[in-house]
C-alpha cells in the first residue's frame, strides 16, 4: 500500500495507550510512578516512545488510559503533550479508571479499560483503533501495520517480535502459518512455539493490536458481559478471536524504524532494574542499537528550559570530564570524572568523585570524593560525601537495592536511613 494510503488510514484511527500499570519489578523506581512515566534516555519518559511513534505515524487521536500512581504522567503528559489542537481534528484525551461506569470500578484488565472508554473513543468517529501497551522501548510506523490489517480484512492484526524459545516463555507467543494468519495464542507458555522454518524463534506478543472500530466495540460487549472472563486482551479476547475468527500477525521487522546508524530491530522491556540500568547505559555506546538522534523519527517529550551542561575545574585528579557519556542540560560536572554514564537534566557532581555506568534521573548530587559504580540513582538522591558504592557487594546489598548482577537502586530514603 502507498504511503499516502497509509497516512491516510493513520488519520482515521484513534490509538489507544494503556499506561496503567505499576512495573512492580522495577522496584523502588515506581513507588511514586507508574511504568510508562518512569525515565529514560536523559531526557524522555518511557511512554514517550508509543506516543512519538502514533504522532510520526500520523495518527493524531490520542487516548492514554491512566490508573496506578498516575499524576507524575499526568503532568508530564499535560507539559508535553499539549500540542493537538480540536481545530485541526486532533486530540489527547487522559483517561484515569474508576470515571466512566461508576465510582468505584478500577480497570480490570487491558480490555476493560478500554470498554470503560468506549463512549469517548466512539464520539470521536475512528474508523480503526490501535491498542498500544505505554512501557516499551522501540521505533515503529504503526500506518504500515494498520495498511496490512486493512488490506487482509482480519478481524485483528496483532504486532509481534522476534524472541528466542527462552525468551519467549515471559510473552504471550503466537503460532504461525505462511500467511502470518495466527493458528494459536498462548500466554507465558513452558514450551513455546517457533517460527515456520526458524525452529530457535519464537513470535511474542508487543501488547499491540489493530482492530475496526465497530468490530472492537462489539467483541468488548460480550467480553464485559462474560463473568469468566478476566477482561485482557493477551489472556481472553486474543485467543477466542484465534479461534473463531481472522487474527494475523504482524512482525514488528516489517515496520521499524532504523536510522542509517541502526542494524537491526530494536524493542525493549526495561521492566526490571538489571534492563532499565542496560538499556540506558548501552546508549552510551560509540554505535548504539537505538538512534536517539535521529531526525527523521524523532521522539517527542516535554522539553524543561535549562542552561546548557558545564563542565569546570582542570586540574590532576579535579577534572570536569565525561568519556563515553551522555550529559542532559542543566547538569553541572565539577571536578568529576564519568565513564559510561547517562546525566538525566539538572544533575550534579561535585569534585574528586568518581562515576562509572551512572544511570543518575533528574536533579540527583553526587557529593565530593564519592565513587560510584553500575548505580542507579532515582529522581533528586543526594549521594553524601566520601560514600562507596558498587564496591563492596555485601554491604552494597544491606544498604541498597542490589540485583544479582551487582546493579545497585540507590533512593533517597535508603540514603537517609545510613549510619555515616
Given at each position: 500500500?502507498?504511503?499516502?494510503?497509509?497516512?491516510?488510514?493513520?488519520?482515521?484511527?484513534?490509538?489507544?495507550?494503556?499506561?496503567?500499570?505499576?512495573?512492580?519489578?522495577?522496584?523502588?523506581?515506581?513507588?511514586?510512578?507508574?511504568?510508562?512515566?518512569?525515565?529514560?534516555?536523559?531526557?524522555?519518559?518511557?511512554?514517550?516512545?508509543?506516543?512519538?511513534?502514533?504522532?510520526?505515524?500520523?495518527?493524531?487521536?490520542?487516548?492514554?488510559?491512566?490508573?496506578?500512581?498516575?499524576?507524575?504522567l499526568i503532568r508530564?503528559?499535560?507539559?508535553?503533550?499539549?500540542?493537538?489542537?480540536?481545530?485541526?481534528?486532533?486530540?489527547?484525551?487522559?483517561?484515569?479508571?474508576?470515571?466512566?461506569?461508576?465510582?468505584?470500578?478500577?480497570?480490570?484488565?487491558?480490555?476493560?479499560?478500554?470498554?470503560?472508554?468506549?463512549?469517548?473513543?466512539?464520539?470521536?468517529?475512528?474508523?480503526?483503533?490501535?491498542?498500544?501497551?505505554?512501557?516499551?522501548?522501540?521505533?515503529?510506523?504503526?500506518?504500515?501495520?494498520?495498511?496490512?490489517?486493512?488490506?487482509?480484512?482480519?478481524?485483528?492484526?496483532?504486532?509481534?517480535?522476534?524472541?528466542t524459545l527462552e525468551?519467549?516463555?515471559?510473552?504471550?507467543?503466537?503460532?504461525?502459518?505462511?500467511?502470518?494468519?495466527?493458528?494459536?495464542?498462548?500466554?507465558?507458555?513452558?514450551?513455546?512455539?517457533?517460527?515456520?522454518?526458524?525452529?530457535?524463534?519464537?513470535?511474542?506478543?508487543?501488547?499491540?493490536?489493530?482492530?475496526?472500530?465497530?468490530?472492537?466495540?462489539?467483541?468488548?460487549?460480550?467480553?464485559?458481559?462474560?463473568?469468566?472472563?478476566?477482561?485482557?486482551?493477551?489472556?481472553?479476547?486474543?485467543?477466542?478471536?484465534?479461534?473463531?475468527?481472522?487474527?494475523?500477525?504482524?512482525?514488528?521487522?516489517?515496520?521499524?524504524?532504523?536510522?542509517?546508524?541502526?542494524?537491526?530491530?530494536?524493542?525493549?522491556?526495561?521492566?526490571?532494574?538489571?534492563?532499565?540500568?542496560?538499556?540506558?547505559?548501552?546508549?552510551?555506546?560509540?554505535?548504539?542499537?537505538?538512534?536517539?538522534?535521529?531526525?527523521?523519527?524523532?521522539?517527542?517529550?516535554?522539553?524543561?528550559?535549562?542552561?546548557?551542561?558545564?563542565?569546570?575545574?582542570?586540574?590532576?585528579?579535579?577534572?570536569?570530564?565525561?568519556?563515553?557519556?551522555?550529559?542532559?542540560?542543566?547538569c553541572i560536572i565539577?571536578?568529576?570524572?564519568?565513564?559510561?554514564?547517562?546525566?538525566?537534566?539538572?544533575?550534579?557532581?561535585?569534585?574528586?568523585?568518581?562515576?562509572?555506568?551512572?544511570?543518575?534521573?533528574?536533579?540527583?548530587?553526587?557529593?565530593?570524593?564519592?565513587?560510584?559504580?553500575?548505580?542507579?540513582?532515582?529522581?533528586?538522591?543526594?549521594?553524601?560525601?566520601?560514600?562507596?558504592?558498587?564496591?563492596?557487594?555485601?554491604?552494597?546489598?544491606?544498604?541498597?537495592?542490589?540485583?544479582?548482577?551487582?546493579?545497585?537502586?540507590?533512593?533517597?530514603?535508603?540514603?537517609?536511613?545510613?549510619?555515616?
Open positions: 500500500m502507498s504511503d499516502i494510503n497509509s497516512q491516510r488510514l493513520a488519520r482515521q484511527t484513534m490509538a489507544f495507550v494503556l499506561a496503567g500499570g505499576r512495573g512492580s519489578r522495577l522496584k523502588e523506581l515506581t513507588d511514586r510512578r507508574t511504568k510508562p512515566a518512569v525515565y529514560f534516555g536523559g531526557k524522555t519518559r518511557i511512554i514517550d516512545f508509543a506516543l512519538s511513534n502514533a504522532f510520526n505515524s500520523g495518527i493524531r487521536r490520542v487516548g492514554v488510559a491512566t490508573q496506578y500512581k498516575a499524576h507524575s508530564h503528559l499535560q507539559r508535553g503533550w499539549s500540542f493537538f489542537r480540536a481545530e485541526r481534528n486532533e486530540s489527547l484525551d487522559i483517561l484515569p479508571a474508576s470515571q466512566q461506569l461508576n465510582e468505584t470500578n478500577w480497570y480490570a484488565g487491558t480490555a476493560d479499560a478500554v470498554w470503560q472508554n468506549v463512549d469517548i473513543i466512539d464520539g470521536y468517529g475512528p474508523k480503526y483503533v490501535l491498542i498500544l501497551a505505554g512501557d516499551h522501548i522501540y521505533k515503529q510506523d504503526y500506518s504500515q501495520m494498520i495498511a496490512q490489517h486493512v488490506e487482509s480484512g482480519a478481524d485483528v492484526t496483532v504486532g509481534c517480535i522476534e524472541a525468551e519467549a516463555k515471559g510473552f504471550g507467543v503466537m503460532a504461525v502459518d505462511e500467511s502470518d494468519r495466527i493458528t494459536d495464542f498462548v500466554e507465558k507458555p513452558a514450551n513455546p512455539p517457533a517460527m515456520p522454518g526458524n525452529p530457535d524463534m519464537a513470535l511474542a506478543s508487543m501488547g499491540i493490536y489493530v482492530f475496526e472500530a465497530k468490530f472492537l466495540y462489539d467483541i468488548l460487549r460480550e467480553d464485559a458481559e462474560d463473568p469468566r472472563s478476566e477482561h485482557d486482551f493477551g489472556k481472553n479476547i486474543i485467543p477466542k478471536l484465534v479461534k473463531k475468527g481472522t487474527a494475523l500477525a504482524h512482525p514488528f521487522s516489517r515496520s521499524c524504524m532504523m536510522s542509517g546508524l541502526e542494524t537491526k530491530p530494536y524493542w525493549r522491556d526495561v521492566g526490571t532494574v538489571d534492563a532499565f540500568w542496560q538499556a540506558n547505559v548501552d546508549l552510551t555506546d560509540f554505535i548504539p542499537e537505538l538512534d536517539l538522534y535521529d531526525t527523521e523519527w524523532p521522539i517527542w517529550t516535554y522539553q524543561e528550559a535549562t542552561p546548557p551542561a558545564k563542565f569546570i575545574h582542570n586540574e590532576e585528579g579535579r577534572r570536569g570530564q565525561a568519556v563515553s557519556s551522555m550529559v542532559s542540560g542543566g565539577s571536578g568529576s570524572s564519568l565513564y559510561r554514564c547517562l546525566m538525566f537534566t539538572g544533575v550534579r557532581t561535585h569534585s574528586f568523585s568518581a562515576l562509572e555506568g551512572v544511570v543518575a534521573l533528574p536533579y540527583s548530587e553526587v557529593g565530593r570524593n564519592a565513587r560510584v559504580t553500575n548505580v542507579v540513582l532515582d529522581r533528586g538522591v543526594k549521594i553524601p560525601s566520601g560514600l562507596v558504592i558498587g564496591e563492596d557487594p555485601d554491604l552494597d546489598a544491606k544498604r541498597f537495592r542490589r540485583t544479582d548482577s551487582g546493579i545497585c537502586l540507590v533512593t533517597q530514603s535508603m540514603i537517609d536511613q545510613l549510619d555515616l
